[in-house]
């Protein structure tokens, strides 16, 4: 066969073959225009699973008369001019593949009126021919019609599943976006039934509304509300506290500067700062958002765009760990001491603070998140007060109690009661002086360094020759990790020493796993985990075991160690550590003031 240009039609189809993989893909192009058009309310309604029928409606600019035809050719786009537009582009939008392509596989009527016209126009296509343009009634913005999804492409039509299954990838992205945009008000309908209604969401509490719509109000009640500024970015959002981790990574959102994406190294580095406090085998549920100079991010790396490049990846990586991690180590004792202080709502996501803060809010369950409270974060308090986890509460007589509250007695050898001034704390004793142990032992290792000893017999193992390279020229990488190792060939390498803590352990894997940890994120914090893990089992040995008798002061000054303890809210294996009882919740145990 010679060569020669496939015809328009084709080329539309191939490209479908990537932007348009389901109902939910059209969803999403669908109704990323419309933001990209300014609309501050987006309509979406669904015929069985999408497959019959997608209709987005939106209040945008709309488009030009002139530039319906276009709209729907290849490679035609409002969006970018030039490659530095390319490189700084903020809109969702900028291949302009994505109308021709879902027209090319669909039966597609586009209608709009224009901000400055005075009526709509209309524009249909049925795969290959598109009409001539027709005056219609429409208020202003765009609405889009997409019917019998890949009626001409048999062979894709084959792999749409159940309406069901089509409908719920539908919602997954629609939710995806409603929980990046609150200034927009979302509205979803399947089979004229509604499924979802969001309307505008200003305030840091319709914002929590809106999340505890779309992702469960128990994620809320477990989240924190953290929002810090560095290293020119900015994260924001909310994490879900360590006992409320998932089995599946199903409630992980990442937003980079408004666009929901999935990144190798963002879930590494989230993953690696709920490292040290999740159980094990568990995933961390996180909804964050965040924002930089687009021309640190390269989107054009996808047709869907839902991978981005960082310029700065390690730089990225480093910033997202140490953020999480420290909003992390927040006792959450002390938080809710001055939870009942009161305070000042935190500022809204999308006005950038002018200096480096940080803000970490904890979600109060819904009685209290009517009333937005600000916390000073560790670092910030620490600045501000000597002794800020020992911050006090009144209770009705004037005096002070610590935020773990007084001890009254202990309660079948395993549980610490004690008093504060809202109710009953129960801690378990255990849990508790594991994880005050286990932080104790970590800052004594910090102090003095990942010490070295050499192995009787050296460990020789084959890897690539990238790996072999890596592994010579990384030499103070690996003396830094209490690792001696040498290149004896091409693709050998030999291990000498390791940590003295990790005698016993498995040499050869570690090294791989520290040379690949080089290869993909330019550092390794392998060594300090495998390390952590056997400093958490040997704090676990080292505390207080069930049925031990405490006095009343030693169950004080547990208490007030876990006060000053990072993530003393749960104990190494990532079950909490104390809970509490407050009087109105006892009240209403006991039917009280009814
Ligand atoms: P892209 O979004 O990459 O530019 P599309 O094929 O999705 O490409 O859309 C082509 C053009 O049509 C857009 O650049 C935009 O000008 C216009 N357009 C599409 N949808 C809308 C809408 N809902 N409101 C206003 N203009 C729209
Ligand atoms: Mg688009």
Redesign the pocket.
Known sequence: MRIHALPTLLVNQIAAGEVVERPASVIK??V???L??G?TQIEIDIEQGGIKQIR?R?N????HKD?LA??LSRH????VNSLDELERVQ???????????IASVSHLR?T?HEIDSDCAWSITSNGDEVSAIEPIAHPQ??T?DVRDLFFNTPARRKFLRTEKTEFSHIETVVRRMALARFDVAFTLKHNRREVLALPVAEAQVDRERRLSKLLGAQFLESAIYIQHEAVGMRLSGWVARPIFSRSQADMQYFYVNGRHIRDRLVSHGVRQAFQDVLYHGRHPAYLLYLEMDPVMVDVNVHPTKHEVRFRESRLVHDFLFRTLHKSLAEPAAADRAMASEGGQSTAPITDIPSSTTTVVQHTMPLRVAERPVAYRSSMQMQMQSPSPMQAEQADAAGRTTPPLGLALAQLHGIYILSQDADGLILVDMHAGHERVTYERMKVAFEGEGIRSQPLLVPVRMQVSRREAELAEGCDEAFGGLGLELDRTGDESLVVRSIPVHLQGADVERLVRDVLSDLVIYGSSKRVRQEINAILATMACHGSVRANRRLTIDEMNALLREMERTERSEQCNHGRPTWTRLTMAELDKLFLRGR
């Open positions: 192009e669908l990323e225009n419309s990209d058009a609309a987005v939106d945008g600019r709309g488009i530039d276009l709209a035609a786009t409002s969006k809109s969702m939008g900028f291949r302009g593949e994505a109308l021709p392509s586009l709009s913005g765009s889009i």
